[in-house]
């Protein structure tokens, strides 16, 4: 399960089955996402707080994976089930919404896809828009079982280890890559061997992926041995998403990502090359 077209959601959206997930967030505004929830959302979607929600109060990097039993919990809450059909969306292209796919995915969740184009391309096919909260959702017999450990996650230590010898992807704009800018991590620049795939790549114009033969090109090369990271473990899941488009293997996230490597003093590269991996590792 990757994508749902605003058409294919419309026809479904009183399909009791069906779970919406609002996930707006903005990296300098925060509460953004919030305000324009309840401004204006799709009908019976719930809003999901990045911050609280998806990310674990303490852990490497700025939004370090919750654990996945309060996970599951918080996904009961919002009324997820192993017999509900999830649809998760944002207004950034799925940056955000693909945080929730991945980590329903990774649980082992059987039905979970990211409305591609989001918001604008719903209310362009003539979706309507509410500013009513939907009630918690009714208690059935129907539970949610989802795995007790993430699978596909490395750490620091791992990706300082394999430095030269997997492929590694960075998520994040070309400007802060290249370490021309960072409005928020300690040090500018990206880290070494990295390639430069941030997530635009993987839209059209208008804001939809591109098709999975478009994908696998913008992936040529990498092999089956893939880590994913960006500024805090957020949008790499946008490229893992891309990647599931496309057909090829499922990449590993760096859950702390660039912000738990900026901030632990380790190797920074700068410019639009990958750069060598530091003398002493296995690759150098």
Do not use: K
Not at 73 to 96: C, F, N, Q, S, W
Not at 184 to 200: K, Q
Request: aromatic share 6%; proline share 10%.
């Amino acid at each position: 399960m990757t994508l749902i077209t605003a058409p294919e959601l419309l026809a479904r959206i009183d399909d009791p089955r069906l779970r919406i997930c609002d996930v707006r967030w903005w990296l300098i505004e925060p509460a953004r996402g919030r305000r324009d929830y309840e401004a204006a959302h799709i009908p019976g979607a719930r809003w999901v707080d990045l911050d609280r929600i998806l990310t674990a109060p303490e852990g490497p990097g700025r939004h370090p994976l919750p654990h996945p039993a309060e996970f599951a919990a918080e996904a009961a809450a919002l009324g997820i089930t192993d017999g509900t059909d999830v649809v998760v969306y944002d207004d950034a292209g799925g940056t955000i919404a693909a945080r929730l796919w991945w980590m329903l995915d990774d649980l082992g969740h059987r039905s979970v896809r990211v409305l591609d184009g989001g918001i604008a391309a719903w209310t362009a096919a003539g979706g309507p828009v509410t500013d009513v909260e939907p009630t918690p959702a009714p208690a059935s017999g129907d539970r949610l079982h989802l795995n007790g450990t993430w699978t596909r996650v490395t750490d620091r230590e791992d990706v300082a280890a394999r430095l030269g010898t997997v492929a590694l992807i960075d998520a994040r704009a070309r400007e802060r890559y290249r370490g021309d800018l960072e409005p928020v991590d300690a040090v500018p620049g990206h880290i070494p061997t990295a390639r430069s795939l941030p997530t635009g790549g993987n839209l059209d114009a208008g804001g939809r992926f591109l098709a999975p033969a478009e994908l696998q090109a913008r992936f040529a090369g990498l092999g089956p041995d893939v880590i994913s990271y960006c500024g805090s473990g957020v949008t790499a899941c946008h490229n893992a998403l891309a990647l599931r488009i496309a057909g090829l293997p499922a990449p590993t996230l760096y859950e702390g990502s660039y912000s738990d490597w900026a901030r632990n003093a380790m190797p920074i590269a700068t410019g639009d090359e990958p750069g060598d991996p530091p003398p002493g590792t296995p690759g150098s």
